[in-house]
Structure formats: C-alpha cells, structure tokens
C-alpha cells in the first residue's frame, strides 16, 4: 500500500446519516450539519436525497436544505437520487453533483426503490440525459454489492456484470460499491474493486457499514486496491430503512484517524468532525458511534494530559 496520498472522504452524514432516524432533525440543524463539517475540511458533502417523502420522510426538506446552506467555493454539494424526477428536482435545487442508485439485486431494488436490477439501469439512461444536460458529475453506487439482506450472498459475477451495464449507459463520473448491510470482509472488497478495475479506468469509490464492525478494515482494504473517495458519516450515524439490520456508515472521525495515522491526508480536522458528530446525535437523542468521538483521538493533546 502505498502511503503519503490524499484519501477523499464523502461526508454523508446530512443524508445517510439522518435518513433511518427515528426523530426528524429540524431544516435548521441539517443545514448547521452540512456547514460544520465542511469547516472541519470536508469538499465533498453528500446534502440530501432526492426521494418521495412519504418513503423516507427524513429527507422530505431537500429543496430547502440546498436553498439554506451557505455554500463555500471549491465544495461539491451532493444529492442521491433513485429516478428521472428526483434527478430533475436535484438539479432544479442546486446540486453540485449526482450520485445514482443501481441495486446489484432485484429483491433490493424492489424493496428500495421500486424497480428491478434491469429498470434501474433502464433508468439510468433518462438520469444521465438530465446530468449531461446540466454538465453535472453523475456517480453510479451499486448498493447491497457486498451482501442484500433479502438475498443473502451477492457474488463478484453479479457486482461486475451489474457494473459492466451501468457502464454501457455513461458518460459517468465514477463507480462506487457500497456495503449497504455492513456484510463484506476485505477478502471481498480486495475481489471487487479489482474485478470493476478490469472493466473501467473510471475513479472508484466506497461506501461501508459498520454493522459487523468489519468497516475500517475494509476501507483500508480498497485503499489498497486503488480507491481513492470513500464514504463516511460523522459520528458512525447512518442506515438505510429498506435494509433491516443495516447499522451506522463507517464513523468519518475514525476514518480520517485511521488514514492520517497510516501516513495518508485526509484534509479533516478530526476533533471538529467528531464535534459536528456529538451535536447531531444531541438533537436526535441518539449516542455517538464512533471509537474516536467516545475515546478521543490518539495521543491526547499536550493540553488535557
């Protein structure tokens, strides 16, 4: 592996981090999220997503959530999106950049979005028309790619095949896998990153679940495959409501600790990170599920030894 690289990290936690909550954070503590962590560092802030709200009514202010960030030059501001609509109301709202959902299977993607494996490739051809038209980077996730929690075992013939049709349909920004259940072990991240490096030059990204707490073991492992953009929520928050059991993404905090002490930058201030982290889980009444945001980075600072 080689070290003194820049790792970028996605902050999802305005989006994936508040989308399976039981409390609905107030419009106002969402926006002072998305501002927090970008002073901390962040460039990539995944905001919101662009998706029904009688589905998941966490998400249901989108459009003001964009409209009350003060946004900061040089940073990406992302929204998800699942169809045509959601990606024209994305783009109406003021969106930096897309990230589009394909399941890698149809039991997932009934679930979640409505459609199967094929209608949501299907689909991806009417999202990159609006993307293209807007001059806007489009990334295509596949979701469940480590394991769907209605299926069980997804392979890495099912991950490649699903990634070569995505990218029949481009122009795409990048690729990214995600561990929506928290099921994968490095084993199997290291065969999947170098099975879709096979099929695309294009940047990969990775998205992990803490929920086994294999998480950071394999963010480390597609580090080593090349990935350079992994996903992370501030304070471990984060689930998806069409996957049961699926826990808290990988905790930014830990991450970018992580990485820092393994000779990689990050950008992040890890101490203001975990703070953003803290207060959120404050108004939501919920704990903070990361190691560094309960025990404090390592070493402890000069001044409180």
């Not at 790792?7 to 503590?29: C, K, M």
């Not at 783009?91 to 949501?120: H, I």
């Not at 394999?218 to 826990?247: H, I, K, Y």
């Not at 992040?268 to 953003?276: E, F, K, P, S, T």
Request: charged share 20%; proline share 5%; aromatic share 4%.
């Amino acid at each position: 592996m080689t070290t003194s690289a820049h790792i970028e990290i996605v902050e999802v936690s305005p989006r994936d981090g508040l989308q399976n909550e039981a409390v609905t954070l107030d419009t106002r503590h969402k926006i002072a999220l998305v501002e927090q962590t970008v002073a901390a560092g962040a460039r990539r802030v995944e905001v919101t997503s662009f998706v029904r709200p009688d589905r998941v009514p966490q998400m249901a202010d989108a459009e003001a959530v964009l409209a009350g960030i003060t946004r900061v030059p040089g940073v990406s501001y992302a929204g998800l999106v699942l169809n045509r609509r959601g990606t024209e109301r994305a783009v109406d709202a003021g969106v930096d950049e897309l990230n589009y959902v394909v399941p890698a299977t149809d039991v997932f993607g009934g679930r979640n979005q409505g459609v199967t494996v094929a209608e949501a490739i299907r689909a991806l051809e009417g999202v990159a028309a609006v993307a293209d038209t807007a001059r806007l980077p489009l990334t295509v996730t596949v979701a469940v790619a480590f394991g769907c929690p209605y299926q069980g075992e997804v392979s890495t013939e099912e991950v490649a095949a699903v990634v070569r049709d995505v990218l029949r349909v481009g122009p795409l920004a990048g690729v990214a896998l995600a561990d929506t259940i928290g099921a994968g072990v490095p084993a199997e991240v290291h065969e999947r990153f170098a099975a879709v490096r096979d099929l695309t030059d294009l940047p990969l990204r990775a998205h992990f679940h803490d929920t086994r707490k294999t998480g950071l073991a394999n963010a480390l492992a597609a580090v080593a495959e090349g990935v350079r953009t992994l996903d992370s929520s501030a304070a471990g928050l984060g689930g998806c409501p069409f996957a049961p059991g699926a826990a808290g993404n990988v905790a930014t905090e830990d991450l970018a600790w992580l990485l820092e002490r393994s000779g990689f930058t990050t950008g992040l201030d890890i101490a203001a990170i975990a703070a953003a982290g803290a207060e959120v889980c404050g108004h939501l009444g919920t704990r903070v599920r990361s190691g560094v945001g309960s025990a404090g980075p390592f070493p402890v600072p000069s001044d409180q030894t």
